[in-house]
Nanobody, 126 residues
Framework: QVQLVESGGGLVQAGGSLRLSCAASLRPFSRYAMGWFRQAPGKEREFVAAIGWSGPSTYYADSVKGRFTISRDNAKNTVYLQMNSLKPEDTAVYYC???????????????????WGQGTQVTVSS
């Protein structure tokens, strides 16, 4: 059974930082594209960042470009999302997602992912 477990969420003041982690039970983890999405109350789930398995290339939503960094540690089966200069509008439940293995193209849409974590809450106070 595939499991994606997010951690690292919490409450932070505007301008602060958080690092989210997603531990995956996928095998081989290194051959899966990984993504982060978020969903705020009353809004649809939206793409935040993704990292491919080949390269790996990274992709970001315009709203987080320059502030967030996605990375992966294949030895630890973990993907990270470093979030800096947080804003109140970043408040949402953040979800980790996986697509693969051997996916031909890294997706930036929720429909392109096969596996999802349970989410972790990030709250940014003003």
């Amino acid at each position: 059974q595939v499991q994606l477990v997010e951690s690292g969420g919490g409450l932070v003041q505007a301008g602060g930082s958080l690092r989210l982690s997603c531990a995956a039970s996928l095998r081989p983890f290194s051959r899966y594209a990984m993504g982060w999405f978020r969903q705020a109350p009353g809004k649809e789930r939206e793409f935040v960042a993704a990292i491919g398995w080949s390269g790996p290339s990274t992709y970001y939503a315009d709203s987080v470009k320059g502030r967030f960094t996605i990375s992966r540690d294949n030895a630890k089966n973990t993907v990270y999302l470093q979030m800096n200069s947080l804003k109140p509008e970043d408040t949402a439940v953040y979800y980790c997602a996986a697509d693969g293995p051997w996916t031909a193209r890294t997706s930036t849409t929720a429909g392109g992912y096969d596996y999802w974590g349970q989410g972790t809450q990030v709250t940014v106070s003003s």
